[in-house]
């Protein structure tokens, strides 16, 4: 049966790890909904007032939200709310979308809420090339035929299109024209708009068929729009022809694409969407790519890979199936050179794959994924750590019993009752032991948000190892133990091990006649690791290296859209002149659909380098970054660059709503008073070390040509303000009449003036606005007009407007330049009522997360002393273990101190996990104390022989579990950085805690049980 058992078990983990997701990567991010508004030509105040206070109004009922957060510029509003960890996408979209039909929004704005994909959905980006097609051309390939194939694909949430020209056809009209017939820009309008259109008649019946009855007007090409009747004067039409010319053109462009040397591009950004597998939907898009490039785009166009998402997911899995597969070697070169025996070293060898394939099952069960954390981080040494104890311990026991019966009469006699009692007699320590590694790992399952969705994979995968070792090691080892061991388990001469012993023996004959001395340098030795962590920096998480970098360059607000395009490309062509880059994307402005909310001051530069052992400098990624800072500084004084990389870009904007690593957010209502605030902030900010890419997102500072109507000089004349803001509206900027239909394909028909007629406020003020007595009166008349400056953007959270300071840090750690920037900022800023500051990024998930250690870690440790008293039943042996746990910090600060890693989440899991190990190492140490006493040996006696009895067993399980890591603490391949304080802390501190574990432990339990044990001999005696 167990056999049976165990290979359903393979075939089904087998089954669970060819379907369980990869990814490099984990989403990190709790459920969110994105509402996007599109108002075109409005003001970010204008979006404000009408469009996001009243979406934030109806939002604020929306229950188990987080935060809730909005950012209005020109044309957009961009509303994001957050949800608690456990709602999903698919309720917290369907709370949304219930209050958002409640809004009452103005004529002309068009809300949608955003497809479900996260900040590390980006999985694949392209451009469009064709020698013969214009840019124009190429976008409407890219938005009518690309488009809607790769949507098709299962799994892609969007398809994001930036750059290029959005095909439209133009009425421009001539005021001179229209003045002759007497015409406003208006009759045009009415005139294109009423003359669109199909119309049904129902049927009639001719003989003995049924015929539908239709009335075709709908303007099939540019000669429909010419030939439509504006008015008939006399009898005589006026076309719109006659007044203006119609021509094929393009809507405003909001942003601009530049690849490499081509400075006008059309790009696709594909999105996944959450919860899908990436692996399995890159390889489906790859495969529609090649499709769509070699059946369905037209000759001559193509579409050109710049990034895929494949790429990063390989080279995690190369690093992560590197480190577990040396681990896995080490693991068992250790088990062979310790055991001397072939048999012994498959038994617990096998335990390995059947642990990890059940974790593959419990992990597709519980519908999670594979990553780099989850995966990456697991410890083959410690999850096999109670089968090498059970292993050892029988074979050891087996050993005896041959030299007690002799060979031939062991060899004959059956072995099903020495197993068992060995392993009823193994079973419980093992089986309390891993359940306290377990419990060890709940401070883990008790992040939340970030932190939470990063590591609690780490902990379940695991923990569902660990159930899996436990349940081999009990069921199927000791049947395995039966089978092989049943002849000849002799203990060889291991000279290791022996040579150990001859060292240990004596170590440990001191430490027991020198009992309060060995604590005393215990402790000082803990005291001195405590004050070196006092010199450690600290961080959230090391920075993962994703092979790219991502840069963005902040300039003036007020730059010209032109002006922008020329200073991208030149800093496109720097980027261009490592040789380490590969290739270079620059996104200029914001894509039409609204879903990155920015303006033409910002750019932002995908920069995808060669992979590192194709390099033929001596420079590492971070000198590259200097490098190319300084001269980008130099040569575009004034502009702001940040850099960091793609992944990480998406997930530290989604953690703060701001473009950078950190931001400071300053909350007020008058926007000039938080942006003096934002300016001093600015500036105490520029004293602190290791504050880099430091700048403020202004919200004052956008050029406006006012036109601020009269309504005294308007009611004279008989006009209305209705019909001037639908002359300014239109004549400006361009309003769209109705839509001509190409097959599938719709594109907007426009009315505008000639750009001569609208190109300054001169010319605007010459546009004749209707009166009621049928003339009509200059724009100037009625208005004044001129220039102005007022907010670019209105950033909002939780109700409140804020204005933005972002930075990054970098040759310095996280939390002691953000506590000196702190104190700083503290000192020197005073806030009015009503105002205040908050500190948002990577250091707040720091906080929390460090905040929710300090709260369960001592509730763990609670836990772990409930489940030893139980075992034990004695709260005095309980503590006896636990007093291991502190022996586990000396190496594990240590290990951190000397390599020059900052203390960090994943250190704080490194040294969760083995504070686990180490009263699993105790509790196998003070059984066997408690064992030898029982038995009659005397006191000091049953400590000695028992720990010398378990030193191999000890010592075995801290080498697999610390040469398990070691990889990972060696690796220096993409996605490593992770793993590698965890790795660090865990074999240091490993380390420090298997010496002082196998010499302290033995001396604190004879200086706390020697007056106990006193008088229990001196009373068998006088019994004798």
């Known amino acids: ?243 203006g010319t119609v021509s094929e053109s393009f809507r405003p462009k909001l942003g601009k694409v530049g690849r490499d040397s081509d400075t006008d591009e059309v790009e696709g950004i594909v999105l996944l969407r959450r919860g899908e597998n990436p692996s399995q939907v890159l390889k489906d898009l790859n495969v529609t790519i090649d499709d769509i490039n070699n059946r369905v785009l037209p000759s001559g166009a193509r579409i050109k890979v710049f990034y895929d998402r494949t790429t990063l997911v390989n080279h995690t899995i190369h690093t992560v199936m590197e480190n577990l597969t040396i681990g896995m070697l080490l693991v068992t070169t250790v088990l062979a050179v310790f055991l001397l025996d072939w048999r012994t070293t498959v038994i617990v060898a096998v335990v390995i794959p059947l642990a990890l394939l059940f974790a593959f099952i419990c992990m597709k069960l519980k519908g999670m994924s594979a990553n780099l954390l989850s995966i990456g981080a697991i410890d083959f040494g410690i999850i096999i750590d109670g089968a090498v104890v059970m292993v050892e311990g029988a074979f050891a026991y087996l050993a005896h019993k041959q030299v007690e019966m002799g060979v031939r009469r062991f060899n004959l006699a059956s072995k099903m009752g020495m197993v068992k009692k060995i392993s009823i007699e193994m079973g419980k320590p093992i089986l309390f032991s891993q359940i306290i590694i377990i419990t060890a790992m709940v401070p883990i399952f008790s992040f939340q948000k970030v932190e939470g969705k990063m590591f609690s994979p780490l902990a379940f995968t695991m923990g569902f190892a660990l159930m899996g070792s436990l349940l081999f090691t009990l069921t199927l080892i000791p049947l395995m133990t039966r089978l092989l061991l049943s002849k000849n388990v002799a203990e060889r001469e291991n000279i290791l091990v022996h040579t150990i012993h001859r060292i240990y023996e004596p170590s440990l004959d001191w430490c027991l006649k020198n009992v309060r001395k060995v604590i005393l340098i215990a402790v000082s030795l803990l005291g001195v690791s405590l004050i070196a962590a006092t010199q450690m920096g600290s961080e959230f998480l090391p920075s ?138 600015q500036a105490i900010m520029k004293t602190v070390k290791g504050v880099e890419d430091l700048g403020i997102f202004k919200s004052l500072g956008q050029p406006e040509l006012r036109i601020e109507i009269d309504r005294i000089k308007l009611a004279r004349y008989g006009a209305n303000i209705a019909e001037a803001n639908d002359i300014i509206e239109m004549a400006v900027g361009g309003k769209q009449a109705t839509t001509m239909y190409e097959g599938e394909r719709r594109f907007d028909i426009r009315v505008r003036f000639s750009p001569q007629y609208r190109g300054d406020e001169k010319e605007i003020g010459k546009l004749l606005i209707p009166c009621t007595n049928g003339t009509k009166i200059p724009m100037r008349e009625i208005a004044d007009i001129k220039l102005a400056t007022g907010p670019a953007f209105v950033y909002r959270e939780s109700n409140l407007r804020f204005i933005p300071i972002k930075f990054s840090v970098r040759g310095r750690d996280l939390g002691s330049t953000i506590a000196e920037a702190q104190q700083k900022v503290e000192k020197a800023v005073k806030l009015p009522r009503g105002y205040s500051i908050a500190w948002n990024g990577e250091f707040e998930n720091q906080v929390r997360a460090t905040n929710q250690l300090k ?170």
């Open 1 to 243: 049966m167990v056999f049976l058992g165990t290979l359903f078990i393979i075939a089904w983990g087998i089954r669970s790890f060819l379907n369980t997701p990869i990814e490099a990567f984990p989403d990190v991010i709790n459920a969110r909904v994105i509402i996007i508004t599109q108002w075109p030509g409005r003001s970010a105040e204008e979006l404000e007032k009408f469009v996001t206070i009243p979406i934030e109004t109806e939002m604020n009922v929306v229950p188990r939200k987080t935060n809730l957060r909005s950012i209005s510029l020109f044309g957009l509003s961009v509303v994001t709310l957050l949800f608690e960890d456990e709602v999903d996408d698919f309720r917290a979209r369907q709370m949304v979308n219930n209050q958002l039909v409640n809004v009452d929004l103005p004529d002309g704005a068009d809300s949608e809420v955003q497809p479900p994909s996260g900040p590390t959905g980006e999985i694949y980006r392209y451009t469009l090339e064709g020698k013969d097609y214009t840019v124009r051309q190429l976008k409407e390939i890219q938005d009518w035929v690309i488009d809607k194939r790769i949507k098709a694909v299962q799994g892609v949430a969007d398809v994001v299109s930036f750059g290029g020209e959005v095909k439209t056809y133009e009425v421009t009209l001539d005021p001179n024209k229209l003045t002759a017939f007497g015409f406003t820009a208006e009759d045009v309008f009415n005139a294109v708009k009423s003359n669109n259109d199909n119309v049904g008649g129902d049927v009639v019946e001719k003989g003995t068929q049924t015929f539908l009855v239709r009335g075709l007007g709908l303007i099939n090409d540019m000669g429909d729009i010419e030939n439509i009747i504006i008015k008939n004067i006399n009898g005589t039409p006026i076309f719109v022809k006659e007044v």
């Open 855 to 1024: 709260v369960v870690v001592p509730i763990s440790i609670g836990l772990i002393f409930l489940l030893l008293f139980f075992m034990f039943n004695s709260p005095k042996y309980a503590g006896i273990v636990l007093m291991n746990v502190p022996f586990a910090l000396i190496g594990g600060i240590l290990g951190l101190y000397f390599t020059g890693i900052h203390f960090s989440i994943s250190a704080g899991v490194g040294f969760i996990a083995l504070f686990g190990v180490c009263v699993q190492n105790g509790v196998i140490l003070v059984s066997v104390f408690i064992k030898n006493q029982g038995s009659g040996m005397p006191f000091e006696e049953s400590i000695r022989q028992g720990a010398l009895s378990r030193m191999r067993p000890v010592l075995m399980t801290a080498i697999v579990a610390s040469l398990g890591l070691l990889p990972a603490a060696l690796s220096t391949g993409i996605g490593s950085e992770t793993q590698k304080p965890l790795a660090v802390v865990v074999i240091c501190g490993l380390v420090s805690a298997t010496i002082l574990t196998l010499l302290i432990l033995p001396a604190i339990f004879k200086l706390l049980n020697q007056r106990k044990f006193k008088h229990y001999s001196k009373s068998k005696g006088n019994e004798e």
């Open 544 to 681: 993962l290296n994703e092979g790219s970098i991502y840069v963005r360059a902040s300039m003036p607000q007020s730059v010209a859209f032109s002006k922008a395009n020329v200073l991208s490309d030149a800093m496109r062509q720097i980027f261009r002149g490592y040789p380490e880059v590969k290739g270079v994307i620059s996104q200029n402005g914001r894509p039409n659909d609204g879903t990155d909310p920015t303006g033409f001051f910002n750019v932002e530069f995908f920069v995808d380098l060669y992979p590192k052992e194709n390099w033929t400098r001596g420079v590492s990624k971070d000198e590259i970054v200097t490098d190319m800072q300084k001269r980008l500084a130099a040569e575009f004084p004034g502009t702001v660059f940040g850099f960091s990389q793609p992944i990480s870009d998406n997930v530290e904007e989604a953690v703060s709503g701001v473009k950078g690593q950190m931001a400071i957010k300053v909350f007020g209502d008058n926007l000039v008073k938080i942006e003096q605030l934002a300016d001093t902030i």
